[in-house]
């Protein structure tokens, strides 16, 4: 008698805890459908959004870290999307701060202020020798080169088109980003030239 009462109970408890196994997975989906998480992947894609609007330019790739918030936020269920304001602090990288809004459902909810580290690279083109002044670049001269940029409106040349029988107005060490003030166009005339000068007026002609 003991033994089936003891056979018994067994029974009665292995056929609850699957019950009350359905239990605990209810409670978890009612309370993910009490809410969400707003992760950092999520800060990432707006704040690049933001900029690359903004700033974006070709032959650019840009990085973004979140530094600020750490874990993911919880929110209330509904469908979000968040927005950064109005942009601070001009396309200059490194570290930087960002108010972004959060909508759920379309509905303004809070202001998260986010931190981040952003990391810009750039093809520019780099001299491959030292280059002098009054020196006139030839295609021999230059090559291109993947480097960080310390904002996105940089001025580093970023064509070769743009370099290639430019005069150099000072000195350029290899293998270091050209700048659009380093060169200009190369003079048409040089002192001590002999030139023809031509006016005409109406029907006259001077030479």
């Known amino acids: 008698m003991k033994i089936m009462l003891a056979i018994g109970l067994l029974c009665v408890g292995v056929t609850w805890w699957p019950d009350a196994g359905s239990a605990l997975a209810a409670r978890s989906q009612d309370g993910s459908a ?4 707003v992760a950092a992947r999520d800060f990432e894609q707006v704040v690049f959004s933001a900029l690359s609007r903004e700033y974006g330019r070709p032959r650019h790739r840009m990085g973004i870290r979140i ?6 936020l919880r ?15 001009g396309a200059r990288t490194g570290r930087r ?5 959060l909508f759920i459902n379309g509905q303004f909810t809070k202001t998260i202020n986010v931190v981040s580290e952003i990391t810009v690279k750039a093809n520019v083109i780099v001299p491959i020798r030292w280059i002098k002044p009054k020196e006139v670049v030839g295609a021999e001269d230059i090559t291109s080169m993947t480097v960080d940029v310390p904002s996105l409106t940089h001025d580093f040349i970023l064509h070769q088109d743009d ?3 430019k005069q150099v107005l000072r000195p350029l060490p290899p293998r270091r980003p050209i700048r659009k003030g380093m060169l200009d166009d190369p003079p048409v005339v040089h ?10 007026l109406g029907g006259l002609l001077v030479q």
């Open 191 to 200: 002192k001590g030239d002999r030139v023809m000068m031509e006016i005409r």
């Open 34 to 37: 009490k809410g969400q998480f």
């Open 67 to 72: 530094l600020s918030p750490k874990k993911p």
């Open 163 to 165: 370099v290639i029988g």
């Open 75 to 89: 929110v209330r269920a509904g469908k979000f999307h968040l927005e950064v304001e109005k942009l601070t602090g």
């Open 97 to 101: 701060a960002f108010r972004v809004g």
